[in-house]
């Protein structure tokens, strides 16, 4: 009686072998890191290989690629580096609740900033009644909990977000 197929012994053809040779130098890589894992399967042409990353990005907020304006006031964004950073500037009288609140139907700012004061002075008023100021070369943070904003005073405030930015002023 002849074996059946099924009694065969199965041999791997070349094409496979060599599918299992690479994801084994996959699983490999894997647990050095994702990026010699890329590599080596860039390397066998399961994938393309990674677009090169700069050594170095320079933007300018003279050439933003987003800009929010609202009444006595405008919020610039740059993406740079996979993040988002803007840059407020808001004239005297400016008042977050009246000049960007109202158009979105909100009393209260509930983005969390981390920022920096370049010039001028605003306050960050906080629902309970704490009221804090920030004055030119002055790193903040406020939390994400409700909060009202005005300018101080008769110079335009200006200061760098290094978070918030995705969400502030937005519809």
Partial sequence: MSPSKSDKPQVPSDAAKHKESALEKIENAL?????????????LGL?????????????????????????????????????????????????WSTHVGAKLG????????????????????????????????????ISPEPHDSWVLGDEPYVSLHFSGSDHYAKK
């Fill in 31 to 43: 647990m050095v890191g994702i990026a010699e894992a890329d590599e080596v399967a860039a390397g």
């Fill in 47 to 95: 994938i393309g290989a990674p677009p090169p990353v700069p050594d170095a990005v320079l933007r300018r907020f003279e050439e933003p690629d987003e800009v929010r304006v609202f009444d006595k006031g405008k919020f610039e964004i740059i993406r740079i580096g996979g993040r988002t950073l803007g840059r407020a500037t808001y004239e005297p009288g400016w008042k």
């Fill in 106 to 141: 909100r009393t209260y700012c509930t983005v969390e900033h981390l920022g920096y004061v370049l010039s001028g002075a605003a306050t960050a008023a906080f629902a309970d009644g704490r009221v804090y100021e920030l004055r030119a070369g002055a790193m903040f943070y």
